[in-house]
């Protein structure tokens, strides 16, 4: 949507990787977006995601959209953990503390059919339990499992290349899902 903007950690260019945090450049990127009138006549919204990934140059760069906000616009910081962010950009939000859903309406967000592993796997976020159903996660959820109750005796190195294998997606959102299910796993275990 062209009065949409999301700032977000960008991608190195040499490496493919993603930055480790939020560069200068790209939260300038935000002040210039809010220096055009809306394009469809509107309210022109803004997403920082997240705040705590601003590196203390962006932080700062940001700080003069939230002390003097436009007309008609609205910004939405993430916040991970708040400690991390600066107290001055703290200072000028209000607070909107989310809590996790319910099992059934994780399960409603994803379709209503998939497994209870997968749903468990989600933890109250109905967008992690639609992106594990799109990955193959709920198909083989059951099987995830199996393999990660054979850590104790085989070992990580050898459940977790496999997990990799087993998944969907490309290379970042096969790692990503066999973190999460490692530490799901992890958790119950401790």
Known sequence: HPDLFILRRGVNERTGKPKRDIAVEDARALGHFFSMAPAEGGMRVAIVDAVDELNRNAANAILKTLEEPPPR???LLVCHAPGGALATIRSRCRKLALRPLSDDLVRAAAGGDVSD???RL???R???AIALKAQGGDTLAKDLEAALARIPTV???AVLPVLFERTGGDADERLGLVIEIAADWLARQA
């Open 73 to 75: 616009a609205a910004l």
């Open 117 to 119: 592993e997968l749903v």
């Open 122 to 124: 989600a933890r109250g």
């Open 126 to 128: 109905p967008g992690f």
């Open 155 to 157: 070992g990580a190195g």
